[in-house]
């Protein structure tokens, strides 16, 4: 099993899936991003803070569970 934080439950047409949150999705595409690019990896996160959709706390937290707080962030600085 894998990171369980950032997944929501979603009731779509009777069935119950598992649905990422946008501050989850945004830090897979960093832990993917040799396989994705960097600048997929990057172009989700400004996307994200651009449209005020993302929750940095809540990303920081994702990002340090899944050992991705050096990679994060010097962009995430950036944003601020």
């Known amino acids: 099993p ?3 934080v950032g997944v929501e439950p979603q009731l779509i ?3 119950t899936v598992k649905v990422t949150s946008l501050s989850r999705t945004v830090v897979d595409c960093f ?7 960097v ?4 172009e989700a996160l400004t996307d994200a ?3 005020k959709r993302l929750n940095l706390d809540e990303a920081w937290q994702i990002a340090k569970l ?3 707080e050096n990679v994060m962030r010097p ?3 950036a944003l601020r």
Not at 39 to 42: I, S
């Open 31 to 37: 832990k993917y991003r040799n396989k994705l690019g």
């Open 66 to 68: 899944a050992r991705m």
């Open 13 to 15: 047409d009777g069935i």
């Open 2 to 4: 894998g990171l369980v």
């Open 49 to 51: 803070w651009e449209q």
């Open 39 to 42: 600048d997929v990896a990057v």
């Open 75 to 77: 962009y995430l600085m």
